[in-house]
T-cell receptor, first 113, second 111 residues
Framework: DGGITQSPKYLFRKEGQNVTLSCEQN?????MYWYRQDPGQGLRLIYY???????QKGDIAEGYSVSREKKESFPLTVTSAQKNPTAFYLC????????????FGPGTRLLVL | GESVGLHLPTLSVQEGDNSIINCAYS??????FIWYKQESGKGPQFIID?????DKRQGQRVTVLLNKTVKHLSLQIAATQPGDSAVYFC??????????FGQGTTLQVKP
């Protein structure tokens, strides 16, 4: 998992509730990413950030929001607008958006009550 | 047990044999490729990478081969061990930095 941590490992969401997933890295990477993985499927990009105070929508940003106030941190909020939030969420980072491999955290599994 | 040329969703090999996992990538402009290993319930783990100006790169027990003519990438694992059992993904990177993941292959190692 390198120097990327995600918490919590499991998260339960009630209907209508917003929940926030944490992602922290100590690799001094500029770029950070959030992916969603559904069972038996590949990774889909939700949001990415190339630098502090900047972020861009990925392929499936609807129902999610992010912030990047610190280089080390890139939290993801799953809002009540996301109607099918049950999935495995993965955070990653790389030296830069256009350089170097992406390294992944251990993931957070989000379940709906 | 080896598979060459075709992508298989599942590859079953005997412990100690060599494994070859194949991947076809989509974009001829991709210039950087990565292999990841994902164990059940865990995040993908970086294994090895290769740039488009190379056709072969070796790591510890792993070798990646790149054939740009047919847009094909392969991962060879020598002396496969039970701990190698996982899903393996290839990924290609466009000049924009966007990472595109290939179909995963589940490697099963039989004792």
């Amino acid at each position: 998992d390198g120097g990327i941590t995600q918490s919590p490992k499991y998260l339960f969401r009630k209907e209508g509730q917003n929940v926030t997933l944490s992602c922290e890295q100590n690799l001094n990477h500029d770029a950070m990413y959030w992916y969603r993985q559904d069972p038996g499927q590949g990774l889909r990009l939700i949001y990415y950030s190339q630098i502090v105070n900047d972020f861009q929508k990925g392929d499936i940003a609807e129902g999610y929001s992010v912030s990047r106030e610190k280089k080390e941190s890139f939290p993801l909020t799953v809002t009540s607008a996301q109607k099918n939030p049950t999935a495995f969420y993965l955070c990653a980072s790389s030296i830069a958006r256009t350089a170097g491999a992406q390294y992944f955290g251990p993931g957070t599994r989000l379940l709906v009550l | 047990g080896e598979s060459v040329g075709l992508h298989l969703p599942t590859l079953s090999v005997q412990e100690g044999d060599n494994s070859i996992i194949n991947c076809a990538y989509s974009n001829s402009a991709s210039d950087y490729f990565i292999w990841y290993k994902q164990e059940s319930g865990k995040g993908p783990q970086f294994i090895i990478d290769i740039r488009s100006n190379m056709d072969k790169r070796q790591g510890q027990r792993v070798t990646v081969l790149l054939n740009k003519t047919v847009k094909h990438l392969s991962l060879q694992i020598a002396a496969t061990q039970p701990g190698d059992s996982a899903v393996y993904f290839c990924a290609e990177t466009l000049f924009t930095g966007k990472l595109i993941f290939g179909q995963g292959t589940t490697l099963q190692v039989k004792p």
